[in-house]
């Protein structure tokens, strides 16, 4: 589980100065919460993407915003990530003389056969193993280094005021 903690004293000190309701308040700061998750989910795709050599649509496909719960120590929004193995064929594979290059990922004696890629096993016809790329480690690695996390309190703030004045017009 990933934490990224807001300073209380920086957002009370922009209710401070811009002095909304209660309910003002409230609004802006789900909907800066909804922002922010956001804006977390794009920074993720991006590094996995270079991390894993692998393309963005593919991530982002496999990431959701679950929910955005207020708890007693704070909110919490839940990002998931689908990091399962990624079948070659979605990686753009093609056939090479070798055998199959998707993307910078390459498989000798590979080939495509009825919409993914296989290798054969022995030297028979059968049996036929599906290529995958293998992301878990990897991902797992670069989530917990929290590469995404530089920059993320000054966001919130941003878009908060932002939010705040919104809400006050």
């Known amino acids: 589980m990933i934490s990224l903690d807001i300073s209380a004293q920086g957002i009370e000190s922009i209710i401070a100065e811009l002095e909304p309701t209660e309910k003002q ?11 922010m998750a956001k804006w977390i989910q794009t ?11 692998v393309m963005q649509k593919v991530l982002r496909r496999r990431m ?6 207020k708890t007693n120590t704070g909110w919490t929004i839940n990002l998931w990530y689908g990091l399962n193995e990624i079948s070659l064929i979605h990686l753009n594979a093609r056939e090479t003389k070798r ?27 059968l049996p036929l193993e599906k290529q995958t790329l293998e992301i ?12 995404f996390s530089n920059g993320y309190q000054e966001q919130f703030f941003k878009v908060l005021e932002h939010e705040l004045k919104w809400q006050m017009r």
Request: charge should be positive; glycine fraction near 10%; aromatic fraction near 4%.
């Open 43 to 53: 920074r993720t795709v991006k590094g996995l993407s270079a991390e894993l050599q």
């Open 64 to 69: 959701r915003k679950t929910t955005i719960q």
């Open 99 to 125: 055998g199959v290059t998707a993307g910078k990922h390459k498989r000798d004696s590979a080939f495509i056969a009825k919409g993914q890629v296989f290798k054969r096993q022995g030297k028979g016809r």
């Open 25 to 35: 308040v409230n609004t802006a700061l789900s909907r800066t919460l909804n922002k």
């Open 136 to 147: 878990k480690e990897k991902a797992d690695s670069y989530l917990d280094g929290q590469a």
